[in-house]
């Protein structure tokens, strides 16, 4: 899952608010914040919209925390498409109560292998795909 571990213990207003004002401590910016960031951006705007405010609260993020964005690291086009992708449809599903809820509800849909299953791993971290959004090579994602 994305770990139960892994999830921040700040609550949903608290992590958004944090995030969208690019503060957010590195040590609680995991990939269960990230995940929680897609459901809660989802649960208000629709996916393409969604996908447009997490790519640009993610760069600023990076920069807060000193990230300097280069082809090999930083954000992560096809990545980000994919995780708002992947939880989309789960949370189509069942959304849960909040995000931690949904992440709870859907620990095999969220592990971080999930994109594995659609791409293979030469393309998926390929630079190409870091800059902009590729098919996957696998298996389709699922229609949102």
Same mark, same amino acid.
């Given at each position: 899952?994305?770990?139960?571990?892994?999830? @921040?213990?700040?609550?949903?207003?608290?992590?958004?608010?944090?995030?969208?004002?690019?503060?957010?401590?590195?040590?609680?910016?995991?990939?269960?914040?990230? $995940?929680?960031?897609? /459901?809660?951006?989802?649960?208000?705007?629709?996916?393409? %919209?969604?996908?447009?405010?997490?790519?640009?609260?993610?760069?600023?993020?990076?920069?807060?925390?000193?990230?300097?964005?280069?082809?090999?690291?930083?954000?992560?086009?096809?990545?980000? #498409?994919? /995780?708002?992708?992947?939880?989309?449809?789960?949370?189509?599903?069942?959304?849960?109560?909040?995000?931690?809820?949904?992440?709870?509800?859907?620990?095999?849909?969220?592990?971080?292998?999930?994109? $594995?299953?659609?791409?293979?791993? %030469?393309?998926?971290?390929?630079?190409?795909? #870091?800059?902009?959004?590729?098919?996957?090579?696998? %298996?389709? $994602? @699922?229609?949102?």
């Amino acid at each position: 899952m994305a770990g139960l571990t892994d999830l @921040p213990p700040l609550g949903d207003d608290e992590l958004a608010t944090l995030f969208w004002g690019a503060k957010l401590p590195a040590p609680e910016w995991t990939h269960a914040a990230h $995940l929680r960031m897609a /459901w809660l951006t989802l649960a208000q705007h629709p996916i393409d %919209e969604s996908h447009v405010l997490l790519r640009v609260g993610i760069i600023r993020l990076n920069a807060f925390h000193g990230l300097i964005e280069t082809p090999q690291r930083g954000y992560h086009e096809t990545l980000t #498409r994919v /995780w708002l992708t992947l939880v989309d449809a789960a949370r189509k599903a069942d959304a849960g109560a909040g995000s931690r809820a949904f992440l709870e509800l859907h620990p095999a849909a969220l592990t971080r292998e999930a994109p $594995l299953r659609h791409y293979s791993r %030469e393309r998926l971290f390929s630079v190409h795909a #870091r800059a902009c959004f590729v098919d996957p090579d696998l %298996e389709p $994602l @699922p229609l949102v």
